[in-house]
């Protein structure tokens, strides 16, 4: 597996997207919209912004906005469709709390796919690799939907969007999960990533992973999305994790300084 040093700019948005997370329930205990508006999309960009740049260290400038830039476009009109014709993901609406808008769309949200689809792609490489295509492709689509057990029955209940006809998943219409899979695997298999950044890529899956079963447990009260999104999301998590171990035992020994400030 290929490794690499963990640059300064990877370094430095890790920070700025641990201390937006920080922010997010002190701006919902302001109780003022503006304030939660702002944090919300303070956590996007910084975790857009980090997945980019540990893209960045690995494919360099020129492919990683590439790809960053087909991801965008094809969320934003996928989510610019599915307003005007409520498929694939049912009948919904954004209201103005996340800021400026595209179509309907705020332009934070494409931001949002970007965010956490590239995980979704280290830890389908991970665990099938990028040669099985259609096997990566499936992978990527199902642990970057289960992202959507957290997200969405969140952002609902902090009014950044609403379901026409609520129902299935506290609310979420089961239809909007299988448009979610059905426009990430899509948008997997245009962009064709290949060489992937695991390791960084896996630990920003499980951090989420991490932060959103205490977060909707603990600081926002939602348990059901809270034990979904931990059995969801943690079973990619374990997998990977599985996965890993199996390789190490695989490899032959070296000597420790050589991953020393590396990521694998």
Not at 54 to 61: I, N, Q
Request: aromatic share 12%; net charge positive.
């Amino acid at each position: 597996m290929k490794t690499m040093a963990l640059d300064r700019l990877s370094c430095r948005l890790a920070v700025l997207w641990a201390l937006a997370l920080i922010s997010l329930p002190v701006a919902d205990r302001l109780s003022a919209a503006t304030a939660l508006s702002c944090s919300v999309t303070l956590c996007v960009l910084t975790h857009a912004g980090l997945v980019v740049a540990v893209l960045r260290a690995a494919w360099g400038w020129r492919s990683t906005l590439a790809a960053a830039g087909a991801v965008y476009v094809i969320a934003w009109a996928a989510e610019t469709v599915g307003l005007s014709t409520d498929f694939p993901f049912g009948s919904y609406s954004y209201t103005h709390g996340l800021g400026a808008q595209v179509g309907g769309v705020p332009v934070v949200i494409p931001a949002s796919w970007l965010m956490m689809l590239v995980p979704a792609w280290g830890v389908a490489a991970r665990l099938v690799g990028t040669e099985r295509r259609l096997a990566f492709v499936a992978v990527s689509a199902a642990a970057f939907t289960a992202c959507d057990l957290f997200l969405d029955p969140k952002m609902v209940a902090w009014n950044f969007w609403t379901w026409h006809s609520p129902a299935g998943y506290f609310g979420i219409p089961w239809t909007n999960f299988a448009g979610w899979f059905a426009v990430a695997a899509f948008i997997t298999a245009v962009v064709r990533p290949r060489n992937l950044p695991q390791r960084p890529l896996v630990i920003i899956y499980i951090v989420v992973w991490a932060v959103g079963s205490v977060s909707l447990s603990l600081v926002w009260h939602l348990p059901g999305p809270a034990l979904f999104g931990f059995t969801g999301m943690g079973a990619f998590v374990l997998l990977s994790r599985h996965r890993a171990t199996e390789d190490r035992a695989t490899q032959p020994s070296v000597t420790p300084a050589l991953y020393t400030n590396t990521w694998a």
